[in-house]
């Protein structure tokens, strides 16, 4: 059994990235920058922030961490934003979510410019996705990931059957999509279950590749993994401990600890998907600063 090391990967990821950054820096006389903005004071929020922006600092990436009251007006908030867009310092923009309830997402993600959307949400680069000109679009973060594991791992996908639960605008349906493109990393076949799917343990044990993201705590039991099957993990769930001095600790959508047993490889949680999210960030930052000199490839 594999456990893949999304922490090791993401570490080597961040290594290779530093290295270009480096060459930018020769080469361009500047380096890539990501503006982070964070509306209100949500403690987990704070902590997303503050690991994206050490990261940033870790390859030499220019960051920005923009914190603004709770009681910003959306107003405001969009012309923050209209500033970062033609700033030609900043190659990424990214808007921690959740926002406080009287701003509207959809405005804000509208209001990125599609350049500079580093997170893959604007409609723009969600359509390029969808259409498989990934080399026309920033593919958002954490489906990203999961493919340079894929693919780090050397996982065998064509012609797999991969399911994924889950169907949210950042992580199932982009997931769903990417695997079913025609990618080296990719190329399976596809259900996608959710919340008002029937039977949906007779669908994960047909599954090679069992994508879980959820958002419950070990909802996926052994009874629903086919011997051998490929597992990433995407959940990232607090629940209840009282041997942590935090009063609680961190766990997937999948019962690890039974599942693991059974699978041929596995992300565990903390430690598999969450570091590569931020890995992708970064890279999408490099790729946009790319764009932006006017260079096609990367580094
Ligand atoms: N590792 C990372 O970097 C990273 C990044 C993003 C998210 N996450 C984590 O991944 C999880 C999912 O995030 P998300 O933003 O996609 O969540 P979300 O927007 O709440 O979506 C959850 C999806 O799961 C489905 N679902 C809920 N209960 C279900 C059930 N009992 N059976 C089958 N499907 C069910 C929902 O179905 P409906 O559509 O029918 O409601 C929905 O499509 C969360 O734990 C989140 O913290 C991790």
Do not use: W
Request: with cysteine.
């Amino acid at each position: 059994m594999i456990i893949i090391d999304g922490k090791k990967i993401s570490s080597d990821m961040k290594q290779e990235l530093k290295h270009s950054v480096e060459t930018c820096r020769q080469k361009y006389n500047a380096v890539p920058g990501l503006a982070v903005i964070i509306v209100g004071e949500d403690p987990a929020s704070q902590v997303y922030v503050r690991n994206k922006a050490k990261s940033c600092k870790e390859t030499g990436m220019n960051s920005e961490v923009i914190e603004l009251a709770a009681e910003t007006s959306q107003e405001e908030l969009l012309s923050k934003i209209e500033v970062l867009n033609a700033d030609p310092d900043v190659h990424g923009i990214l808007v921690q979510q959740p926002l406080p309830r009287h701003i509207d997402e959809y405005a804000v993600t509208m209001a990125i410019s599609p350049l500079k959307d580093v997170d893959g949400f604007h409609p723009e680069n969600v359509g390029q996705m969808v259409l498989g000109n990934l080399d026309k679009c920033f593919i958002s973060c954490t489906p990203y990931g999961i493919l340079e594991l894929l693919s780090r791992y050397n996982i065998e996908t064509k012609g797999k059957h991969c399911v994924v639960i889950g169907r949210s605008n950042i992580v199932g349906k982009p997931m769903a999509n990417l695997m079913l493109q025609k990618l080296k990393e990719t190329n399976c076949t596809v259900t996608v279950c959710h919340s008002a799917t029937q039977n949906m343990p007779e669908l994960t044990r047909q599954a090679d590749i069992l994508i879980a993201a959820i958002g419950r705590a070990n909802l996926i039991t052994k009874e629903m993994v086919k011997p051998g099957a490929v597992i990433i993990d995407v959940g990232m769930n607090r629940i209840e401990d009282a041997s942590r001095k935090s009063g609680y600790r961190l766990v997937g959508d999948v019962d690890y600890e039974h599942v693991s047993k059974t699978a041929s490889a596995i992300t565990p949680v903390p430690g598999g998907v969450g570091p590569m999210t931020i890995a992708m960030l970064l890279k999408n930052t490099l790729q946009s600063f790319m764009q932006a000199q006017g260079a096609a490839q990367s580094l």
